[in-house]
Each structure stands twice: as structure tokens, then as C-alpha cells.
């Protein structure tokens, strides 16, 4: 069983920058892939990104949906079992409630259902 808390989200203005965390709890956290959705009000869930397990053949890497492309930048601390979603160049249409979310040795990164546990989701709200 893993557990992820996500503190942290808030209000920014456009053009700004914030970092989202998500902390797990267990001791095989390496083994997960870790991903981050967004779901804004009457939207879908919608992918942000992902970093792989750190066992991944090649090392680890790092997936972006087109969103986050070249402004979103994901990374891991497996000392300190946590994934981090740094943001920047925000825009009003970031507003969502971000989640966190594990999958055991994933590799389908985007689909959302492929993924075991999920955080409790953090606000983000980018004023214009």
C-alpha cells in the first residue's frame, strides 16, 4: 500500500512559477513510475507528465503531455520518496487540481487507469 500527500498548489499569476510535490509513503517507491494529471472544472483528466521507475533500462526519463511541454519539468528523490512538478511560464488555463499518482513498474504513462494509487489532488489557480 502507498499513500501520497500532496501539499503545496496555490494561487499564481500568469507567468509566474510553482513546485508541486508529492511525498510516498513505503519503502519501494523507486519501483514506481510516477505520474502527474491535472483536471480542470467540465474537463477531462488530462495527462501533465511522468518519470519512470528508477530500476528503467537506459535510466531514468521523463514523458510531458503537450501541455507541459517546455514549461513543466519532472523529477524524483527516492532518498527522500517524493516526485516534484516544477511549473513555470504559467497561464490562466493551468488552473486545475493536480494529482499525483503511482504505477508499479509502469510504462503506459499517460493512461490514467494504468496507475495504482492516487494523491488527494492540490489546487492550482493562475490569475491573468
Known amino acids: 500500500q502507498v499513500q501520497l500527500v500532496e501539499p503545496g498548489g496555490g494561487l499564481v499569476q500568469a507567468g509566474g512559477s510553482l513546485r508541486l510535490s508529492c511525498a510516498a509513503s513505503?519503502?519501494?517507491?523507486?519501483?514506481?513510475?510516477m505520474g502527474w494529471f491535472r483536471q480542470a472544472p467540465g474537463k477531462e483528466r488530462e495527462f501533465v507528465g511522468a518519470v519512470t521507475w528508477s530500476g528503467t533500462w537506459g535510466g531514468i526519463r521523463t514523458y510531458y503531455g503537450d501541455s507541459a511541454k517546455g514549461r513543466f519539468t519532472i523529477s524524483r528523490d527516492n532518498a527522500k520518496n517524493t516526485v516534484f512538478l516544477q511549473m513555470n511560464s504559467l497561464k490562466p488555463e493551468d488552473t486545475a487540481i493536480y494529482y499525483c499518482?503511482?504505477?508499479?513498474?509502469?510504462?503506459?504513462?499517460?493512461?490514467?487507469?494504468?496507475?495504482?494509487?492516487w494523491g488527494q489532488g492540490t489546487q492550482v489557480t493562475v490569475s491573468s
Open positions: 513505503g519503502r519501494t517507491f523507486s519501483t514506481y513510475a
Open positions: 499518482a503511482a504505477s508499479w513498474y509502469g510504462t503506459q504513462f499517460p493512461n490514467p487507469s494504468q496507475y495504482d494509487y
